[in-house]
């Protein structure tokens, strides 16, 4: 009997945006899916061999690493932070656009770096922060959030943040400004290598059909 796949993806910005993409691939979630009252976390679909679980995006990373899912949807900034060597990213889906940005107080965006050696920064990309500051030969204490990044500056728990960016709004609505980009973001469809070898009469074809449904675009 073959065994169901588990399909993980984010809650989030990146969802309304991937749904339609996984209709276009022939997997569709029940209609419990779709009820906002429903605390339900695992779901069928229109394939008997295809489950979808919805989680927090950067446990969708962890969850295809681990092997408890198969197959995923998260954007590359989840991919880029995590740098699991188990995930394989044969697919850039061409959704969920945005930016991983620094950004500060509007008074202190012409501060020069070279007069500095260190700097704090609220972020809940780490990995991804200090590998950005060592390349500027700076050392970067990161100080770890999920959310509300955007208070840490006005509030005085760091003097800068990096955090995704989209239109800016939120920044400007806080007094800080974007002062430079780490790196555009799209969402990925994420395998884990060793399911991709085992189940390749299964996930090769799904990986195909996602191709399809964004015109062939492939992860750099």
């Not at 605390?39 to 919805?54: C, E, G, H, K, Q």
């Not at 998260?74 to 959704?95: H, K, M, N, R």
């Not at 995704?164 to 430079?180: R, Y």
């Amino acid at each position: 009997m073959t065994r169901t796949l588990t399909f993980a993806i984010p809650k989030g910005r990146i969802l309304d945006e991937a749904l339609p993409l996984l209709a276009k691939a022939g997997i569709e979630p029940e209609a419990e899916f779709h009820d906002k009252k429903s605390r339900a976390l695992r779901f069928a679909t229109n394939r008997p061999d295809v489950s979808i679980i919805r989680v927090r995006a950067f446990d969708v990373a962890t969850f295809v690493a681990h092997g408890a899912a198969q197959i995923g949807i998260v954007g590359s900034d989840v991919v880029e932070e995590f740098d699991y060597s188990e995930l394989y990213a044969p697919v850039d889906l061409d959704i969920g656009h945005c930016r991983l940005s620094v950004a500060q107080p509007a008074d202190l965006a012409d501060e020069d770096e070279a007069a500095i050696s260190h700097v704090r920064v609220a972020t809940k990309y780490p990995h991804l922060t200090r590998k950005y500051y060592e390349a500027r030969g700076l050392q970067a204490e990161c100080v770890k959030l999920n959310g509300a990044m955007e208070l840490a500056p006005s509030l005085g728990l760091s003097r800068r943040i990096v955090d995704l960016v989209s239109s800016g709004a939120t920044l400007k609505a806080n007094g800080l400004v974007e002062t430079d980009i780490i790196m555009p973001i799209s969402a990925r469809l994420i395998v884990n290598r060793a399911a991709f070898k085992m189940r390749s009469a299964e996930l090769a074809p799904m990986v195909e059909a996602f191709r399809k449904a964004v015109g062939v675009r492939d992860a750099a």
